[in-house]
């Protein structure tokens, strides 16, 4: 049973993680960042790419 939990909780937490990054990067293309603020939120997509990826 916990099996299946931590597998359904891994799959679900993907799935947010890859909507978030997805999110972000359509904030990113759409809207005028500073050169800083646009390397903070790669640096945070990445993260999240990682995450979603293990």
């Known amino acids: 049973m916990q099996l299946v939990l931590k597998k359904l909780n891994s799959k679900f937490l993907t799935y947010v993680i890859k909507i978030i990054s997805w999110v972000w990067n359509v904030i990113l ?3 005028p960042f500073s050169i800083m603020e646009k390397t903070q939120i790669i ?3 990445v993260i999240l790419d990682i995450l979603a990826a293990s």
């Open 43 to 45: 640096t945070f997509s």
């Open 29 to 31: 293309s759409s809207h």
